[in-house]
């Protein structure tokens, strides 16, 4: 499948059909929705609001519950045909494998573009930023009273992955901590050195946030064969 028509088959599908396959699927496998979104590296806000919203807002996010779920995107997003009675399901399947901490900055690199995740009502607000990464922290410019600028101290995810074109495969990087103005100086003039820190969206945008390391995690989505047990995550 290529980019296009996946992209033209995502806005086909209803949301609430997904979402009704997602705790048709939990409830098969007994997960409830915050073990769901453990599996799926992201918080149990940012699940439900996937779930209303539909798979064209974040299919990586998407391709992640899948694979917890055991499911290919395919099957999640269109539909699952199941085998026939007393025939095991032992098709390849998505799985997904937890990646260290050093993985996960392995991942990130030390530049990019990732997406930072904003607590607004009534969902977060997800933005995509060009980031630098300085001693372990992610780093990124915007507008002071921009859409992405979030306040001084507060509590935001910031999330990098990348996934293939028929996304069958990739990593996920998740990273909570908290937002910090950076304002100093010299920190600012270290700062710009540093590669990736030029926005690409262009325009004046003076405010450098800082996202202050709380917690990593990472997933590898891969293929495999699908195990019988919830209890195998």
């Keep these: 499948m290529n980019q296009n028509l996946h992209n033209e088959a995502v806005r086909r599908v209803d949301p609430a059909a997904v979402a009704r396959r997602v705790a048709d699927r939990c409830s098969q496998l007994g997960l409830t929705d915050e073990v769901l979104a453990n599996q799926a590296a992201m918080a149990p806000r940012y699940l439900k609001y996937l779930l209303e919203t539909g798979p064209d807002f974040d299919p990586g996010g998407f391709l992640r519950i899948a694979a917890a779920l055991r499911l290919t995107y395919q099957e999640l997003v269109e539909g699952r045909a199941d085998a026939p009675p007393g025939q095991p399901d032992v098709g390849p399947r998505p799985l997904l494998v937890h990646l260290t901490t050093a993985e996960c900055w392995d991942r990130v690199g030390t530049h990019g573009v990732g997406r930072i995740a904003l607590p607004v009502e009534p ?73 990736g820190t030029t926005p690409w969206a262009g325009g004046d945008r003076p405010l450098w946030v800082r996202v202050r390391t709380e917690k990593i995690t990472g997933r590898r989505v891969g293929s495999g064969r699908s195990p019988t047990l919830a209890g195998d995550f």
Excluded: C, K, M
Excluded at 146 to 154: L, N, Q, Y
Excluded at 163 to 171: A, E, M, R, V
């Design 123 to 195: 969902g977060p607000a997800v933005f995509p930023v060009n980031y630098t990464v300085d001693a372990a922290t992610i780093v990124y410019r915007t507008a002071a009273q921009g859409a992405a600028a979030p306040d001084d101290g507060a509590s935001v995810a910031f999330q990098v992955d990348r996934i293939d074109d028929h996304l069958s495969q990739g990593w996920s990087v998740l990273i909570l901590g908290r937002a910090e103005h950076v304002d100093d100086p010299d920190t600012v003039r270290h700062l710009q050195r540093l590669p």
